[in-house]
């Protein structure tokens, strides 16, 4: 007689060797998202900063659009 508290498809576990189904291939790809993820975010950054370095050394007039004639503080 079928007992009606157990589906068969519900077990989540193999039968041959008693381990979860997926859970490695959930996990290896969970590992390889992890590090594609930090080189990723490694390689922005290192853009970033040298974007930052070009841009401080392309800086030749630090004073560009300040008068010194005119100055706004003095009314």
Do not use: C
Not at 37 to 59: F, P, V
Request: proline residues 4%.
């Amino acid at each position: 007689m079928t007992n009606s508290f157990k589906s068969s498809g519900s077990d989540g576990y193999d039968v041959k060797d008693g381990k979860p189904k997926g859970w490695i291939k959930v996990g290896l790809v969970a590992a390889a998202t992890a590090f594609a993820g930090g080189i990723m975010a490694a390689w922005w950054y290192r853009q970033t900063i040298m974007k930052l370095r070009q841009a401080e050394s392309d800086a030749q007039n630090p004073h560009f659009g300040i008068s010194e004639d005119n100055p706004t503080d003095e009314v």
